[in-house]
């Protein structure tokens, strides 16, 4: 297998990964089928019949297809990988915006309070932290 671009071959037969040599063959015969006799008209369909036959070689041949599922499988695996560190980095990302904005209401509502009410904090201040501070007490 080339390291370069790999073909789906799955996707060209449409089945899953996980397909049974049933039914590659059947997907083969009914795609096969309908390409031959589409082929006669045009010449796209019998590329189309080309990557079909490539395919069902690949996939019917258990040794053959041992190697393309190594190779296949584990770019699906990296690409998967992929993608759910992007999510979970973009979640992360949310989260932090959220309380950065949760974080700055508070302090917002805090300095609010503390102005409209700077009599009362700070008699509350003096009663609690009183007797911690060094210097009123006399």
């Known amino acids: 297998m080339a390291d370069t671009a790999v073909i789906d071959y799955y ?20 795609l096969s089928g309908e390409l031959a006799q589409l082929s006669i008209l045009d010449e796209g369909h019998r590329d189309a019949l ?22 296949f499988l584990s770019r699906e695996r990296h690409a998967e990988i992929a993608a759910r560190k992007r999510f979970v980095r973009r979640r992360q ?21 503390a102005y409209l009410g700077r009599e009362h904090v700070s008699e509350a201040a003096n009663t609690v932290l009183g007797p911690l501070l ?4 006399g």
């Open 93 to 113: 990302w949310m989260q932090r915006i959220v309380l950065s904005a949760l974080l700055s209401v508070v302090i917002a509502q805090a300095g609010a309070l």
């Open 11 to 30: 996707g060209i037969l449409n089945l899953p990964s996980s397909a049974d040599l049933l039914g590659i063959e059947t997907a083969y015969a009914r």
């Open 50 to 71: 080309k990557r079909v036959n490539e395919a069902y070689a690949v996939l019917s041949t258990p040794k053959l297809r041992r190697e393309y599922d190594t190779v």
């Open 134 to 137: 060094p210097g009123d007490a």
